[in-house]
């Protein structure tokens, strides 16, 4: 029994760790221009198909040993999927800001934003899915009954130090101190002198490089790449990420492990059947109790 | 504003009524398949499928009906893997295409609905992969080409119990694809009265587009059966049996028609070597009509062709079957389609290349099943074959 | 002419109505368009419905398509029970005659189960605000899915049919189109409905909810009771929606109303304008128009229609006609009718 709660808790850290690292992609974004970017579950899905094409493009044409094809993967694909939410931002995003319409319109604009990234996957690369290839030798480990992998212990390593990074670079640097000041007030920042399109350009490498490290990491545990695969996983790391209290680096990456949690651990100890009626009852809960979620600070309203 | 709506309806409506055109001389059959949404390979199956099977038929000069030759012209719909979209594009094949038969749609949460548009207008519709019995049922126009859950089943309980010497079992299965759903259900149901009750140690189930699932396989480890059950699609199969691995599971496993899919062994890799599943027919050491089709296939599209494509080459033939057992066509829809009803339904015994079928008189093809092995080189290797009594 | 023109809308409806009626009745126009304009009925009662409270009370709500289900499901299975033979249900239990007159009664039904189902976003909604109640309304959503999943009885994910019985039925004892009547008939009810409730002095507190809900509050609206009443008139005619949706495909399954089907009522919302009735009917008509008549470009379809979307948000970066309506935008259009 101890040792089937211990190994469920591994699990749930693990799938929390993914649901933390795209939720840490929303927050960023929200924090900065209160956008619900849902064109980042796609992003997403675009990082795991860069890193699967850059690192057979490692593995096959130069030959590589794994360890070196990944080292060079994170990088390339953390670069290539920030170049692409960049994009996103630069072509749908910055003109809507410019034309200062309602912030609705462009959460529509990046709903759009992702299905036309789904579907140009479909129709350039067919209806085939892709297999990742083994970049390290997964080695199971058992221990009292308990098993997990070197990759699952690396991801969520990972998913800790993203968060420990991006909090850094919020509280203490001064492009984190833009940011905030951006989400204070969006009209006295320019007049600061604070370049604002720089700072939200920097917002969206961060949160979509994370996206495509967090990509890369799914990749190589879930093997199996399909153009719809961000869409459901990209839809429950926003629940997660208001659950924590959106605009929150540290709401979305408990959110995320919370959201992990609650899914695994109603699987473990009720009918799997009702996974989705318990956890979302849960969280539905969680939000009338407290509406402005884990972290969200209550905002005064001027009249 | 006003320019951009305007030009905006204008638009719309002009592309709405631009009308296909009409040619004499061919049979125009209609493919109700998903190209996009959920399941976009069951749609580029079927469609790779059924324009070999055009270019074969056209090649030689056209289908032959009553000592004229017609050509084929197959119109691909995109049914988006929704309902709705399934009817409306029933419903433009029927109307605006003028099709004399439809085949597909594959999954049964649009085959359904397709079927009782295809009912009502008096068009045959059958269904290549589509297993929910409702699809069927008291459908006259309505056949289907693969055999239903309620035999694959036991199949598959018969095989494991004898093969592994199960004595428990446990399911996992995809809570929302009825297909899987319906399949877990039966299998359940029959191991049961076989084994006893209890002898399904869990029966846990995950939705369509998880890729966790180590929470579910943790409990069904922790049962200790003697195998699991996995009646899910190959893309989720290639995920949980590695998992299953990952997480210090050492059994058997057996799987349903599902799985078989070239892409299986791809995305899986060495943990499903070795593995069993039923199916509609096995690849490897394939004979014959099914062998050179296989080959073909391969050399053209570079894969081995999955159950939905070898469905619909066979669904598709039954209807070409049935327009030549009508005899002639007289250019008349309404009665051609009658015609082509009969003819499909006189079919005593049709040799299809996932094996000889005739229909029941709901429609259904009776079929034999084939129980495969995966090999250590990854073909699917015939294991035994189940007759239906 | 003050007289044609406070009739003229009243009018033309019906003459619209006939003629639809007649043409579908004489065979003049191919099924094929008749269901094509029959979702397109369907998806302007989910668009004018979902407008209500995203467009003119502020709220991101993206479970439209739970409600929609609910009322689908409570309909269909009324319907069948009643009226139909089924291997659920048994024998009807009234005469299957009296379908014709209970028809929009099932329908309705479903609506008030859908508007009951409302009260789950509802009530959270008194205290949780904006992208927070979003995700509430997400969770609705999931939450009304995997319940009815969960259902083996009514068929689980296997879906549920028989609708088709009770049109049989209704058809039998006068032979006339009937679900293109009723959808016609319902899309103008829901129309007429929320154009009553937002012009209304009642209504008027939805607005001052959207432009600010503490003063509206301290301005003695009682914005709770307002809330709650909207959420369910929405979800209620989201459900009404389901139902008509129910009948005409024949077959439900719950997995046609996931959050996917959720985002579609999104988009035609914020295309046609938040605030703008007719604007949602105008998007409704021009989306479903659009997914029709790109269907030859197969997969390439997914992605003209988000990009067409995209350019035209560039252009129009509050939707068709914004938050105005139609005779705001061409007065001249006012000369003609009055509307209310």
Known sequence: ?303 | MRRAATLFLTLSLGLLLALPAVAADTIRIGFNIPLTGDIPKVGESSKFAAEMLKEDINGAGGLEVGGKKYKLEFIYEDNEAKAESAVTAALKLIEKDEVLAIVGPNSSKQAVPAGQVCDDNGVVMISPWSTNPDTTRDRPWVFRAAFLDPFQGPVAVNFAVKTFNAKTAAVLYDLSNDYSKGLAEIFRDVFEKKMGAGSVVAFESHGTKDQDFSAQLTKIIAAKPDFIFVPDNYNQVALIVPQARKLGYKGEFMGSDAWGSAELMTLCGDDCKGLHFSTHYAAAGAKGATKEFIDRYKAKYGYVPDDVAALTWDATRVVLQGIQNAGKLTGKLRRDRKAIREGIAAIKSFDGITGSMKFDEQGDPVKCAVVVQISQTGKFEFKESVCPE | MTMLRRYSVHILLILAGGLITWLAYEEMVSLYVLSVLMFMGINVILSASLNLVNGYMGEFSCGHAGFMCVGAYVSSLLGVWLFAKDKVFGPPVLDPDLAIYAFPVVILAGGIAAALAGLLVAIPSYKTRGDYLAIITIAANYIIISTIENIGAIGGSRGFMGMKRVLNAMEDVVYLPWMVIWVFAFTVFTIWLLRRYVSSTFGKGVSAICQDEVAAEIMSVNTNKIKTISFMVSSGLAGVAGGLFAFVVGYVNPGSFNILKSTEALVMVYLGGMGSLSGSVLSAILFTLLLEALRPLQIIKWIVIPLLLIVLMQFRPEGILGNKELGDVFPWLKRFYRFK
């Open chain 1, 1 to 303: 029994m101890l040792a089937s709660i211990l190994q469920n808790i591994i699990n749930a850290l693990q799938w929390g760790s993914f649901y933390a690292l795209i939720a840490l992609g929303y927050t960023l974004v929200y924090g900065v221009l209160t956008l619900i970017n849902f064109a980042h579950g796609d992003v997403f899905m675009v990082g795991a198909y860069i890193a699967f094409f850059v690192a057979t493009f490692f593995l096959s044409t130069l030959g590589l040993p794994g360890w070196l094809v990944l080292a060079l993967t994170i990088p390339a694909t953390m670069i290539l999927t920030s170049l692409v939410g960049v994009t996103l931002e630069r072509v749908a995003y910055r003109p809507l800001r410019r034309k200062g319409a309602n912030r609705l319109y462009v959460v529509i604009t990046a709903l759009m934003c992702g299905l036309i990234l789904e579907h140009a996957n479909l129709a350039i690369l067919g209806a085939s899915r892709k297999a990742f290839p083994p970049l390290i030798k997964e080695t199971v480990y058992t221990v009292g009954g308990v098993s997990f992998t070197n990759l699952k212990i690396g991801v969520i390593v990972t998913a800790v130090l993203v968060f420990l990074f991006l909090q850094w670079v919020v509280t203490k640097t001064r492009v984190g101190m833009a940011m905030r000041a951006i989400s204070y007030d969006k009209f006295a920042v320019p007049l600061m002198g604070i370049p604002m399109d720089n700072i939200i350009v920097a917002t969206f490498v961060l949160g979509s490089g994370f996206a495509g490290l967090a990509g890369l990491l799914f990749a190589m545990s879930y093997p199996v790449l399909e153009p719809y695969m961000g869409a459901l996983i990209g839809w429950k790391a926003f629940i997660a990420a208001v659950v924590g209290g959106i605009g929150d680096i540290r709401g979305a990456f408990l959110g995320g492990f919370l959201l992990g949690a609650v899914e695994i651990m109603v699987v473990a100890f009720f009918p799997s059947t009702f996974r989705d009626l318990i956890a979302f009852t849960v969280l539905l809960v969680i939000l009338t109790l407290k509406p402005t979620g884990l972290f969200g600070v209550a905002k005064t309203t001027k009249i």
